[in-house]
């Protein structure tokens, strides 16, 4: 961590002595931004305009205890937004076996068959926030510090959300809500 912070120091006086931040987390970032988008052109787009803007903005960064690379997915979750709502383009979902077993099994669910097609549909109709939470705590394997870090929220409350976004989806997965509502 203190290497780290060095390097941000060096990074706010000099732009140049960003590129060692940028090498360290460009794969990880790009792989966060990619798992959410069909296009990889359109992927490195939007991961390279994060580092941009992490870039501009890194003499703002300030060491309390989040890490940096938690800043630097924090920018990339808006640049996404940002490229979703400016496109209106589809939101893509990245569901294989196992993170849907895992999900089910959360749910209380049984994966009959037809539960994945169900599961990606549901998936389908969380707004923005509610998707994240799942795609973080259960396809990215984060934990709830790690979400709360990126979110911009206390653990506690990525626990809550996640508690009750859960319950939500029992429920229309039961079929025990009449609301058509997204979570």
């Known amino acids: 961590m203190d290497e780290e912070w060095s390097l941000i120091l060096s990074a706010k006086k000099d732009p140049a002595a ?3 931040l940028y090498n360290k ?9 990619y798992q959410r988008m069909e296009d990889m052109d359109t992927a490195r787009d939007i991961t390279q305009q994060s580092f941009i ?17 938690s800043w630097l997915y924090r920018i990339a979750l808006n640049e996404l937004n940002l490229f979703f709502r400016k496109n209106q383009a589809s939101r893509h979902i990245n569901l294989d076996d196992n ?24 998936l389908g109709t969380l707004k923005q926030e509610s998707l ?5 705590r259960f396809f990215e394997k984060r934990s709830f ?3 709360s870090e990126i979110l911009g929220i206390t653990e506690n409350n ?21 609301t058509e509502d997204k979570a």
């Open 53 to 69: 803007k992490a870039l501009d903005g890194i003499h703002r960064f300030e060491n309390r205890g989040v890490p940096f690379k």
């Open 25 to 33: 987390y460009f794969e990880s970032i790009f792989r966060f931004v």
């Open 18 to 20: 960003f590129e060692p």
């Open 145 to 147: 510090r790690e979400i």
């Open 158 to 178: 990525a626990k809550v959300k996640m508690y009750r976004l859960l319950e939500k989806l029992k429920a229309r997965i039961t079929g025990k809500t009449k």
């Open 132 to 136: 994240n939470l799942i795609e973080m």
């Open 99 to 122: 993170d849907a077993l895992e999900l089910s099994e959360e749910l209380d669910e049984d994966p009959y068959e037809g539960f994945y097609g169900k599961l990606g549909e549901l």
